[in-house]
């Protein structure tokens, strides 16, 4: 049985609120019938405007007639050249609409192509930039080598006394020393970072024997800038599963940050907090916070929350985000909670070693 007859024999009835009931025939699938039967010479134009003004009539009286309806009413058409006409139009649509449907996947398909070059090259700009940043930071290594031995024999006054202005100048220089070390050894880990090759080794610690230094370092900070320093470590800590060389770096990272960010006479609190399978670790500050909607913007590499920071603060972005990556590799990963204006809370959970 043809398409058109099955519809016909089977007759959907449509009931809504403000029109009346219909019954929808195949011809409801098909647009501007009048004009297609036109076209075909199976109906004249004056035929056509008849069947119109029928229809117009019709629904003055409340009863909705479909223009097939219509012309089959005032026999303007035989059945059978409907039929054939509104199967003629449907598989036209058919044909149209899968043309339509090929040409939309192919548009996807080249979409799909471009973004997928678009990311390799994406991948190959963030190789070479990794690539720079390792070159460049292993070919600072050596002159600064140089320049913190001189400096070291400076101090020692091995190349002779200094007055208190040279010796204030030397102090000035070991300090900034200092400060492009660390740099270019973050510059390195980013390197690294940056080529997925963090090399995590992770092994039962004591957390207490590697918090010794930490906290030390931490209390020198806090001191130079004049902060508070506190710490509220319970004096038994299970031990837990960790890199032995890359906690501490996170920690000092997280701590750095609350130092940077809190103003002369604020707070810097860290503490652990044991659970039944976990060890909690966090930092607190009294800084200047964090909008919670830029929170994941501050673990982005090289990135700082506004320009402003960046000449207040300085620093290149990379800490935390390295830092959340090693803590991602530790199986955990990093909570803020920080408002603007009242201080930020970092906190992060190593498992707790079964030995």
Request: glycine letters at 6%; charged letters at 25%.
């Amino acid at each position: 049985m043809a398409l058109s007859a099955i519809l016909a024999e089977k007759k959907i009835k449509i009931q809504t609120g403000m029109l009346p009931e219909l019954n929808l025939s195949p011809e409801v699938l098909v647009p501007r019938l009048g004009d297609y039967l036109v076209e075909r010479e199976l109906l004249s134009p004056d035929e056509l405007i008849q069947a119109l003004a029928y229809q117009n009539k019709m629904r003055d009286t409340g009863e909705t007639k479909l223009i097939g309806q219509a012309l089959l009413e005032l026999n303007l058409i035989s059945r059978e050249a409907l039929d054939q006409a509104v199967t003629e139009q449907i598989l036209q649509l058919q044909l149209a609409l899968q043309r339509a449907n090929e040409e939309l996947e192919a548009r996807v398909l080249e979409r799909t192509l471009e973004l997928e070059q678009a990311l390799n090259r994406l991948a190959e700009m963030n190789q070479l930039k990794s690539n720079f940043v390792s070159n460049v930071s292993h070919e600072l290594r050596t002159p600064l080598t140089h320049l913190k031995g001189y400096i070291e024999l400076l101090e020692d006054e091995a190349l002779g006394d200094l007055t208190p202005q040279q010796a204030d100048a030397v102090r000035v220089m070991k300090k900034a020393e200092g400060r492009l070390g660390n740099l270019i050894e973050d510059l390195i880990q980013f390197a690294a970072y940056s080529r997925g090759s963090l090399d995590v080794q992770m092994n039962p610690l004591n957390l207490l024997d590697i918090l010794k230094d930490v906290l030390e370092k931490a209390q020198y900070r806090c001191d130079e800038k004049g902060l508070t320093f506190q710490s509220k470590i319970p004096p038994s800590v299970p031990p837990v599963i960790a890199d032995v060389q890359k906690l501490p770096w996170v920690l000092l990272q997280m701590i750095d940050n609350a130092v940077k960010f809190t103003p002369k006479g604020g707070n810097v609190q860290f503490g652990v907090i044991p659970t039944d399978r976990l060890v909690k670790l966090y930092i607190y500050d009294t800084g200047i916070g964090i909008a919670p909607e830029k929170v994941d913007e501050i673990f982005e590499p090289f990135h700082q929350l506004d320009s402003s920071s960046t000449r207040r603060y300085g620093g290149t972005g990379m800490g935390l985000a390295m830092a959340r990556q090693i803590v991602t590799e530790h199986g955990s990963d990093i909570s803020v909670r920080a408002k603007e204006g009242e201080g930020s809370y970092f906190e992060f959970a190593l498992s707790i070693a079964d030995i």
